[in-house]
T-cell receptor, first 110, second 114 residues
Framework: QKEVEQNSGPLSVPEGAIASLNCTYS??????FFWYRQYSGKSPELIMS????GDKEDGRFTAQLNKASQYVSLLIRDSQPSDSATYLC??????????FGKGTMLLVSP | KAGVTQTPRYLIKTRGQQVTLSCSPI?????VSWYQQTPGQGLQFLFE???????NKGNFPGRFSGRQFSNSRSEMNVSTLELGDSALYLC?????????????FGPGTRLTVT
């Protein structure tokens, strides 16, 4: 059984701080990794994808991948109250099949 | 470009009934994946279709089935509904033939079984 693990949180950060979200996965052969944001009552929204070891930056978001440690992270700089949501880590398991973690709830306080 | 659309958005059904949910992918996307989301189990993969062929199936009973049409639109069917089938059903589309594995979700269908 392939697994994706995330701390359920909530992770509370003040406005303007850096939020750090972490994820580990069990399948060493996984090649594609994704972060989704899900607001309460809404569907998941893709915010980052990463395929290679290292960092990938997009605006205030940075995804980090370490395949040797089977670890993916998401950094959100200058966190805003509108970033308060559940962040889902997903790993592609072949074809278009994603295995999701249970998600980390992020709360950004003004 | 229009996003993924799902119909209906909300459904209330009774135990034992069956239900059909519909998904229209982003134009040009040939892969449609279906997921079930519940508070206890999170997001779980149901099945994936590409060019009308089911390529992968998750660990769900045979009551859950699906199909894809030549225009890439997809339907999923749940027969003999159980209370535990109450969930948010999400479809996602992607275009893996271009080497892009990003999946984009529709708004979901909220199914309540009473």
């Amino acid at each position: 059984q392939k697994e994706v693990e995330q701390n359920s949180g909530p992770l509370s950060v003040p406005e303007g701080a850096i939020a750090s979200l972490n994820c580990t996965y069990s399948d060493r052969g996984s090649q594609s990794f994704f972060w989704y944001r899900q607001y309460s009552g809404k569907s998941p929204e893709l915010i980052m994808s990463i395929y290679s070891n290292g960092d990938k930056e997009d605006g205030r978001f940075t995804a980090q991948l370490n395949k040797a440690s089977q670890y993916v992270s998401l950094l959100i700089r200058d966190s805003q109250p509108s970033d308060s949501a559940t962040y889902l880590c997903a790993v592609n398991e072949g074809y278009s099949t994603l295995t999701f973690g249970k998600g980390t709830m992020l709360l950004v306080s003004p | 470009k229009a996003g993924v659309t799902q119909t209906p958005r909300y459904l209330i059904k009774t135990r034992g009934q069956q239900v059909t949910l519909s998904c229209s992918p982003i134009s040009g996307h040939r892969s449609v994946s279906w997921y079930q989301q519940t508070p206890g189990q999170g997001l779980q993969f149901l099945f994936e279709y590409f060019s009308e062929t089911q390529r992968n199936k998750g660990n769900f009973p045979g009551r859950f089935s699906g199909r894809q049409f030549s225009n890439s639109r997809s339907e999923m069917n749940v027969s003999t509904l159980e209370l535990g089938d109450s969930a948010l059903y999400l479809c996602a589309s992607s275009n893996p033939s271009e080497g892009a594995y990003e999946q984009y979700f529709g708004p979901g269908t909220r199914l309540t079984v009473t």
